[in-house]
């Protein structure tokens, strides 16, 4: 059974950073491409960032410059780096296993001064 576990989301202000992880089990980690979705209130569900399992990396144009993707795959885990936040960026944030119906709990990411 596959589990994708997020945190480090948070409150914080404009400007400011954080990092997501996203904790995976049930699956063999390093043969899968993994990504970053964000869902703000009263939008759709957005894809924010993908890498793939060679590590190639691909980010929605709002984030491209301020976002950082990365996994590990001996600790099957996947982060999301977020620097110069800004208000838009507040979304509960999921991980996703790369052509599967696989999702995590999400993390919500506040960004409010």
């Known amino acids: 059974q596959v589990q994708l576990v997020e945190s480090g989301g948070g409150l914080v202000q404009p400007g400011g950073s954080l990092r997501l992880s996203c904790a995976a089990s049930?699956?063999?980690?390093?043969?899968?491409?993994m990504d970053w979705y964000r869902q703000a209130p009263g939008k759709e569900r957005e894809l924010v960032a993908t890498?793939?399992?060679?590590?190639?990396?691909n980010y929605v144009n709002s984030v491209k410059g301020r976002f950082t993707i990365s996994r590990d795959n001996g600790k099957k885990t996947m982060y999301l780096q977020m620097n110069s936040l800004k208000p838009e960026d507040t979304a509960v944030y999921y991980c996703?296993?790369?052509?599967?119906?696989?999702w995590g709990q999400g993390t919500q990411v506040t960004v409010s001064s």
């Open positions: 890498i793939s399992r060679g590590g190639t990396v």
């Open positions: 049930g699956i063999i980690f390093s043969l899968n491409g």
């Open positions: 996703h296993v790369v052509g599967s119906s696989n």
